[in-house]
C-alpha cells in the first residue's frame, strides 16, 4: 500500500486568502464560462439562453397576471364575466395559467438541459486534463506537488465543485439576477426610489457575502495541500485492496483521525475568515431589512389611503420579495467560485505541460530530433551519469559509467535502493539524468524524438498496471494506434504463459479484465503478470529493439519463472535486454550482470567471471544459496527456491 503523507511540522505559512491571485469574481470569468460551452455547442448556448429569458420572465409574469387578476375580482363579481371586467380577469388569468404551466414544465426541461450540458463539458474538460498530463514524456510533473495541486482544483476535487458545472451554475445565476432586476423595474413604476432602493440594497448586501465566499475560496486554495492529503487517505480507506489491511492491521481508526486532522488543518483558517466577514454581513442585513419594511410600509401606506388599486397593490406585494434574486447569494455561488478558479488552473496546466513548454532536452517537438526506429544496432552507453530526484538530499547516480551491448541481455543487481528501477527510468527518458548522457548507437538520447524512443522500449514493471480494458486490449495497449497484429499477439500470449488463461475466460480475448463491468473478470497476480509480460513481448514483436524486465516474475512460484526464462532467453535473442531480479538463479542467465552500489557500477562481467572475482556479486550470491541450501554462505550456487531479498 503507498504510504501516506507525512505531516511537517510547523506548517508553512500561507498567503492571505484575501490576496490570492485567482480569488476575486470577474465577470470576465463567467462569461468565459459561456464561451467554453459555445465551443463545445453553439446550439446549446443558444437553448441555454433561452431557458434564462424563461427563468427571468414567466415567474413575473405569472405574479403580475395573478395581481391583475385580483384586481378585477371585484369588479367581474359585480358585473359578470361577460363584462368587460369579467373579460380583462379570464385575460389576465389565462396568462397566469399560461406562463404558470411554461414554469412547470421549464424545470424539469432545464433539469435535462443541465444533464446534458454537464455531459458535454464533461467530455471536453477532461480531455483537456489528459491531454495536458499525458504530452510530457516524463513522469516528473506528475510529482510535483504544485501540479497536483492544480490538478486537484482543476477537476474540482476539493470541494466537488466540478468546472462543467459552471456554465448551467452561470446561466441559473444570470436568470435570477435578470428575475430580480425585473421586479425592481416593476417597482420602479409604482415608486421610482423603490425599485432603485431595493436594487441597491440587495446589491450591497451581495457585496460582503460575495467577499466571505471569496475568502472561503481563497482559504482552500491555499490549503490544497492538506485537503489533497485528506482526499488522499479517503481514497486510501475506501479502496479494496487498502481497505483488507486496515482491518487486518487495525489501523482503520488512524486513517479516520489522520484525514480529520487534515481537514481541520485545512479548513481552519476558512473557519476564522468566516466568523470575520460574518459581522460585516450582519450589519448590512439590518440595512437590507430597513429597505425591505419601508417598502412594505409604502404600500400598506397608499393601500391605507386609497392611493393605489387592489390589483397594483397585489402585483407589488409580489415583486417585493422577487426583487431578492438580485442579491440572493446560495451554495451554488461558492460553489461557482470554486468552479471559476479552477479553470486558470486547466489552462495553467494546459500551458505548463505542454511539450512546447519544455526544456530543449525535454522536448518531442524538435524538428532536428533523430528517428531511433530500428535502435540500438550497437550498444546503448550511460557516461558519467549523476541523477538525485527532486527534493533529495543525497545522489541516487553519481559518475554512473555502463555499456548495455545491443542483442545481449544485462541483470542490474544491488541492494535495494541503489537505483536499479531508476536506471531503467532514464533509459526509458521517463526521467533526464543531471549531468552526463546516454548515448543509443552514438547519439544523445536527449536528441531522439523522445516518443519514438520510448515507443522502441518495452517495459514490464513489477507495479504493472492492471488495466480494465479487454484481454486483447491489455496486450496490445502500446500499439492500439495501428492495426494489431492477431499472429504476433497470439504468439506473444504463447511465450509469456497467458495464451491459455486468455483463451480460458468467458469471452476469451474479448472479455474484460475487470470484475467491476458486466461480463467482467478478474485474474490472479500472477495471471496478471503474464498478460503484461505478454505486452512487453507483442511490443518486441512488433519492432521494439529494448526489453526491461524489473521485477517480472515476483509473483510467480519458482518453477514458472524457472520456465519463463529458459523461453526468455530464446524469446530476447537479438534483442537489448535489462532485467532486475533478486533471485540470482535468475540473473546468472544473463550474458553480463551489472553490480549497482553507491550510486556506480561497481562490477560488470557474466555469473562465472564475478564468482570468480570474488566481489560484492560473488558474496551477495552465496548469502542467497546458503539460505537455500542451508549451508555457509560461502556454500555453492542457488538452484531456485523462495524470492529472499538480499
Not at 521517463?430 to 552526463?436: S, T
Not at 531522439?448 to 496490445?476: C, F, S
Not at 561497481?602 to 570474488?614: F, I
Request: positive net charge; hydrophobic residues 45%.
Amino acid at each position: 500500500m503507498p504510504k501516506p503523507p507525512t505531516r511537517t511540522d510547523p506548517a508553512p505559512a500561507r498567503p492571505s486568502p484575501l490576496r490570492h491571485p485567482l480569488a476575486a469574481v470577474r465577470t470576465s470569468r463567467r462569461i468565459r464560462a459561456l464561451k467554453l460551452l459555445a465551443s463545445v455547442s453553439p446550439g446549446l448556448l443558444a437553448t441555454v439562453a433561452a431557458f434564462v429569458i424563461a427563468e427571468a420572465i414567466l415567474p413575473n409574469l405569472t405574479l403580475i397576471a395573478m395581481g391583475r387578476a385580483t384586481g378585477r375580482i371585484p369588479a367581474a363579481a359585480r358585473d359578470g364575466l361577460g363584462s368587460t371586467a369579467g373579460h380583462a380577469l379570464l385575460l389576465a388569468l389565462a396568462v397566469a395559467g399560461v406562463c404558470y404551466g411554461l414554469s412547470l414544465v421549464r424545470g424539469p426541461a432545464q433539469d435535462a438541459l443541465s444533464a446534458v450540458v454537464r455531459a458535454r463539458m464533461v467530455v471536453t474538460l477532461q480531455r483537456r486534463l489528459v491531454t495536458a498530463v499525458s504530452a510530457p514524456a516524463g513522469i516528473a510533473h506528475l510529482e510535483d506537488p504544485a501540479t497536483l495541486d492544480r490538478l486537484a482544483n482543476a477537476q474540482g476535487q476539493l470541494m466537488n465543485a466540478a468546472p462543467a458545472d459552471a456554465p448551467m451554475t452561470v446561466a441559473a445565476q444570470l436568470g435570477g439576477w435578470l428575475s430580480g432586476t425585473m421586479a425592481c423595474l416593476v417597482l420602479a413604476t409604482f415608486r421610482w426610489w423603490l425599485g432603485l432602493a431595493m436594487f441597491v440594497a440587495w446589491v450591497a448586501v451581495r457585496r460582503p457575502i460575495g467577499q466571505l465566499i471569496r475568502s472561503r475560496v481563497g482559504s482552500f486554495r491555499a490549503a490544497g495541500e492538506p485537503l489533497r492529503r485528506a482526499w488522499y487517505l479517503f481514497a486510501i480507506a475506501t479502496r479494496p485492496g487498502a481497505a483488507k489491511e486496515a482491518r487486518v492491521f487495525g489501523f482503520g481508526g488512524w486513517l479516520a483521525a489522520r484525514h480529520r486532522d487534515y481537514y481541520v488543518e485545512g479548513l481552519t483558517p476558512t473557519w476564522a475568515e468566516i466568523r470575520r466577514q460574518g459581522k460585516r454581513v450582519a450589519v448590512v442585513a439590518i440595512g437590507v431589512l430597513a429597505v425591505f419594511a419601508l417598502g412594505a410600509g409604502t404600500l400598506g401606506w397608499t393601500a391605507y389611503h386609497r392611493q393605489i388599486s387592489l390589483g397594483t397593490l397585489a402585483v407589488m406585494l409580489t415583486m417585493l420579495p422577487s426583487s431578492m434574486a438580485v442579491g440572493t447569494v446560495s451554495m451554488s455561488d461558492f460553489q461557482l467560485e470554486m468552479m471559476l478558479t479552477a479553470m486558470p488552473d486547466l489552462d495553467a496546466l494546459t500551458a505548463s505541460l505542454t511539450p512546447a513548454a519544455e526544456p530543449a532536452s525535454a522536448t518531442t517537438a524538435r524538428t532536428d530530433a533523430v528517428d531511433p526506429a530500428g535502435m540500438p544496432h550497437r550498444d546503448i552507453v550511460f557516461e558519467d551519469v549523476g541523477f538525485r530526484y527532486p527534493g533529495g538530499d543525497t545522489d541516487v547516480f553519481d559518475g554512473l559509467d555502463l555499456t548495455l551491448r545491443a542483442g545481449e541481455s544485462t541483470a542490474l543487481v544491488g541492494v535495494n535502493g541503489a537505483g536499479k528501477t531508476t536506471l531503467v527510468t532514464l533509459l526509458a527518458r521517463l526521467r533526464d539524468p543531471d549531468r552526463g548522457r546516454i548515448l543509443v548507437d552514438g547519439v544523445p538520447v536527449a536528441d531522439l524524438r523522445t516518443r519514438d524512443w520510448q515507443k522502441q522500449v518495452a517495459v514490464v514493471y513489477q507495479d504493472y498496471t492492471r488495466y480494465p480494458v479487454t484481454a486483447q486490449q491489455n496486450i496490445a495497449l502500446n500499439l492500439l494506434g495501428t492495426p494489431i497484429d492477431e499472429e504476433a499477439l497470439l504468439k506473444a500470449a504463447e511465450r509469456a504463459g497467458a495464451l491459455d488463461i486468455i483463451e480460458g475466460l468467458p469471452n476469451g480475448w474479448d472479455t474484460i479484465l475487470s470484475p467491476q463491468y458486466e461480463g467482467g473478470q478478474d485474474l490472479s497476480g500472477g495471471q496478471w503478470q503474464r498478460v503484461a509480460l505478454a505486452r512487453a513481448l507483442y511490443a518486441i514483436a512488433r519492432g521494439a529493439g529494448v526489453l526491461i524486465l524489473d521485477e517480472p516474475t515476483a509473483q510467480l512460484d519458482v518453477r514458472a519463472e524457472a520456465a519463463f526464462y529458459e523461453r526468455f532467453l530464446e524469446i530476447t535473442h537479438g534483442v537489448t535486454s535489462v532485467v532486475i531480479s533478486h533471485r540470482f538463479s535468475t540473473v546468472r542467465r544473463a550474458d553480463r550482470i551489472a553490480v549497482l552500489d553507491g550510486g556506480r557500477i561497481t562490477e560488470l562481467g557474466s555469473h562465472t567471471e564475478l564468482l570468480d572475482h570474488g566481489g560484492t556479486y560473488a558474496e551477495m550470491f552465496h548469502k542467497q544459496a546458503a539460505a537455500f541450501t542451508g549451508g555457509p554462505a560461502s556454500g555453492g550456487p542457488a538452484t531456485g527456491g523462495r524470492r529472499k531479498r538480499a
